[in-house]
Each structure stands twice: as C-alpha cells, then as structure tokens.
C-alpha cells in the first residue's frame, strides 16, 4: 500500500498515519523523493481501507499487490517522463537515441563521436570511462580525468552525457560530470550502490542482470526510488542463454511486459543484447516495435580500432543508417496505435 502525504502535512498528522498504520499490523517505511512524500505499507491483514484514507495530510491511496511498490503501475498510470534539462526529454511521446563510443579514449575521439551526434539530432552521448572488464589485462577506462574532458567537451556540444559508475565511492566524484548514472549488469544487484544513487537527484539507467529476472530488475529500481531519486530508467540488455550463436540473448519480451507493470521508461540495448555488428539494426527496430522508449547502441568512427567491444560497434554511415530507420520505425509504431 502506498499513501501519497501532502505537501502541507504536518509532523503530528505524520505521526497519526504512521500509528494508524501500525495499529492494524503493517510495517511502515517513509520514502521522500524529489517529486514527493510516501508511506509504503507492507502487511498482508485485511482491514477497512477507509480508516486510512479519510485521515488528515494522508493525499491518496493506493493498494498495490506487487512486491516492487513505488515503480509498479498500478498506482501511477502515467508513464514517467525523465527531464535531463535543455529540452532532453526520455518518456512515451518521444523516441530517444543514445549513441558513442564503448569507451571513452581520447579528447579527438570524443570531438568527433559529438560533431556525428549533432549531425544527426542526437542529444545523449554513451561512453565509458570507468570498464568493468572480464580480463584485467583489457583496456579498462580513461578514468575521473577522462571523465572531466569529456563531459567538458558534451555540455560545450549541448550533449547529455551517459557513463557507467561501478561503486559507491565513484557517485559523488562523478556527480558533477553525469546526467545519467548508468548500473551495469555486473552491478545490477548492488544494493549498496542502489541505495547511494537513489540520494543523487541525476537519473539513473539500471540495466539487467545477464542471469536476472524481469522482477529482480523491477526490485533493483525499487531500491532506488525508496531511496529517494525518481528519475529511473530501464534498460534490456540481453540476458545468458544456453545459445552461443551470439553473446546475449536479447529479450524483447521483457519490453511490452516491463511497460505493462511499471511506469518507468524502457530502453533498449542491442550492442550487448546480440554483440554482433550485423545484427544490431533488425533488433533495434524489433525493439522499437515492441515498444521500448529509446535505444542505446555503440558507435565508433572506427570500430576495427576500437579499445573495446569493436564487434558489436556500428561505424558512423551504419549508424546514421540506423537513426533514420529508428525514426521511422516509431512514426509507424505511432501511427498504427493512433488507428488501432
């Protein structure tokens, strides 16, 4: 059960609420985030929903089954609008793209990832400074320095920049330079880190586990909005099958039944979600189909040259290839649920 407090209660009309609460058995936890004030209530006793609702500085309420609370749909209809500042908007009305590089490697290779951007409307720059890597001999980040530059470089350009944090000790550090903190799949359930984000006011892009569930993935943005931060985006990015023919498995299940339970954002990753250069434009218009909000995919002016992941990485005349499709693609989505 969620109440929506208003913004004008009172410490003791608080107090009567979380009494209230407690007197029929449930457990209470308070949850103030940027957009708002919440009582979550966990407990399985039935009771008179009218004993709570009528109480004072207690907004709404709702009754909500799932054990992901606050980023289930069946409290807040409306789908999340994430606002990045600028006019940057990742939500339902629009499509968002998110292009660049695996790696961040070099201020040359960051100026021209920019100018290939803005050549083709795109507003949000993936790269990463910080790698976790399965060999600690690859190629592992330009670092905090790097960082600096690049978003340096990104803000000059009207560019939002997207880079993957690794530990709770990187938050603050990178606070300054982020306007998405991405969670990777080898963090996905690092509750420490999820709580520490949940603190910052930037978003967050929190990719699934490759062994995880749609509902571990749901839990893991839980964490974060009872943390306080709202502003949560969900990323699908293939999951670890039995099947070697290609390095994921990308689940574009997960994307009609994620926007179904939850009201966050969805976006797609088909770079990691297949790994194969060839095969990332028909899975990144299968995902628009299906009905993700936006894609994220690697882009490099020269992939063959690339410090990481250059298999899976799209050059420029691919990649522009790739963003006309995209827009397409979601022209049509559009139009035939305006007539369906």
């Avoid at 905090?144 to 944090?165: N, Y």
């Avoid at 990332?280 to 189909?289: D, R, S, V």
């Amino acid at each position: 059960m969620i109440l929506q407090l208003s913004k004008t209660i009172t410490g003791q009309e608080k107090a009567q609420a979380i009494n209230t609460i407690e007197s029929i058995g449930y457990q209470v936890n308070e949850v103030r985030t940027q957009f708002g004030h919440y009582l979550i209530a966990v407990g399985k006793k039935e009771f008179d929903i009218r004993k709570i609702g009528h109480l004072k500085g207690v907004h709404d309420l709702h009754r909500v089954t799932d054990p992901f609370k606050l980023v289930s749909k069946k409290w807040r209809v409306h789908d999340t609008d994430i606002n990045l500042g600028d006019g940057v908007h990742i939500n339902r009305q629009s499509f968002s793209i998110i292009a660049g590089p695996c790696s961040i490697e070099s201020e040359a290779q960051t100026a021209v990832t920019i100018e290939h951007l803005k050549t083709n409307n795109i507003r949000m720059m993936r790269g990463g400074v910080f790698k976790p890597r399965t060999s600690p001999y690859a190629f592992r980040g330009v670092g905090l320095e790097g960082l600096k530059q690049f978003s340096a470089q990104c803000r000059e350009a009207g560019i939002k920049v997207v880079t993957e944090v690794m530990q709770v000790s990187q938050v603050a550090e990178m606070h300054d330079y982020v306007d998405i903190f991405q969670v990777g799949t080898r963090n996905a359930q690092n509750f420490n880190l999820l709580d520490e984000l949940g603190k910052t006011d930037k978003a967050v892009m929190l990719k699934r586990g490759f062994s995880g569930t749609i509902e571990e993935l749901l839990q893991a943005a839980e964490y974060v909005f009872s943390a306080g931060n709202e502003k949560i985006i969900l990323c699908e990015r293939g999951i670890r099958t039995f099947e070697t023919a290609y390095r994921n498995t990308l689940d574009l299940n997960a994307v009609p039944i994620l926007k179904e339970k939850s009201h966050l954002p969805v976006i797609v990753d088909p770079s990691h979600g297949v790994g194969l250069r060839n095969y990332i434009e028909p899975m990144a218009l299968a995902a628009t189909m299906a009905g993700a909000d936006g894609i994220i995919v690697e882009v490099h002016n020269c992939p063959e040259k690339a410090l990481s992941d250059g298999q899976q990485t799209l050059n420029y005349s691919e990649a522009q290839q790739l963003y006309h499709r995209l827009r397409q693609t979601f022209s049509l989505r559009r139009s035939f649920s305006i007539h369906h």
